[in-house]
């Protein structure tokens, strides 16, 4: 009788820290409201302090992603070209996504806005369920007089032709990965190039955010001065809050 008793109070017990201890408790995954973030890693030192310094400071979670040699044993046609790197990431990337719900895929040179732990999730609520694209990266460059764009939602630009929008920074649906990957695999072709096709021929229903929360640091891990607070060209926009820079003025990097 008294290990039965026993029994029961520790069942209650479990019950009660199952469902009644606040959920601030439980360790949850903060990928700025997606199903999971990748970092496509090039392997520089650099780069992995900038990126990883960013977004601890941001208290955001993510996934360093590199392909599996039998990736690279199975797909030949990514490792005959100079950036055959740049490719095999983004690539592989999918397929492990392709588990999820949808992902965000970054290159580990990027720099975020103070604004975008914010802005990023606003953009996501406002997303159609049939989403396949989600650019966080983007220049309107030659098409900013075209039909290339319409104002969609607050935090959204609808995409209806490609304008350049880099590896930099994307999110893909589960259905836009599987569309890029039905497309794209095996044919060499970098993804952001095959992503950017496919919008040009309304394969993929794309957006971007606004206003830019995201932007590419690139190799020297630099900005020119003049990319930042840049308001002079507005299809050209640049954060103006840089997590970087603030970095590297105060010393963190």
């Not at 409201?33 to 090039?42: A, H, P, T």
């Given at each position: 009788m008294r290990v039965s008793y026993n029994i029961s109070f520790c069942l209650?017990?479990?019950?009660?820290?199952?469902?009644?201890?606040?959920?601030?408790?439980?360790?949850?995954?903060?990928?700025?409201?997606?199903?999971?973030?990748?970092?496509?890693?090039?392997s520089d030192p650099k780069r992995?302090?900038?990126?990883?310094?960013?977004?601890?400071l941001m208290n955001v979670d993510y996934t360093v992603f590199k392909p599996s040699s039998r990736f690279k044993a199975d797909n030949p046609a990514y490792v005959d070209s100079e950036d055959s790197i740049v490719k095999m990431n983004h690539f592989a990337a999918y397929l492990d996504a392709s588990k999820y719900?949808?992902?965000?895929?970054?290159?580990?040179?990027?720099?975020?806005?103070?604004?975008?732990?914010?802005?990023?999730?606003?953009?996501i609520s406002q997303l159609p369920y049939d989403w396949d694209y989600l650019g966080l990266f983007w220049n309107l460059g030659?098409?900013?007089?075209?039909?290339a764009f319409s104002n969609y939602s607050p935090n959204l630009i609808r995409l209806r032709k490609s304008v350049w929008i880099g590896?930099?920074?994307?999110?893909?649906?589960?259905?836009?990965?599987?569309?890029?990957?039905e497309c794209g695999m095996g044919n060499g072709i970098a993804g952001d190039t095959t992503i950017a096709n496919m919008i040009n021929n309304s394969t993929l229903k794309a957006f971007i955010v606004t206003p830019?929360?995201?932007?590419?640091?690139g190799s020297t891990l630099?900005?020119?001065?003049?990319?930042?607070?840049?308001?002079?060209n507005p299809y050209k926009p640049r954060i103006h809050n840089s997590i970087f820079m603030n970095l590297r003025n105060t010393g963190a990097l």
């Open positions: 209650l017990l479990f019950l009660f820290f199952l469902y009644f201890i606040p959920d601030t408790c439980h360790s949850k995954k903060n990928y700025l409201g997606f199903d999971q973030i990748y970092i496509l890693s090039s992995s302090r900038a990126y990883t310094s960013i977004l601890r719900g949808n992902a965000l895929f970054m290159e580990d040179d990027f720099d975020f806005d103070f604004s975008a732990a914010t802005i990023i999730p606003h953009a030659k098409n900013k007089k075209s039909d590896g930099v920074a994307y999110a893909l649906s589960a259905s836009g990965i599987q569309k890029v990957l830019l929360v995201l932007d590419h640091l630099e900005f020119p001065s003049i990319r930042i607070n840049d308001t002079t």
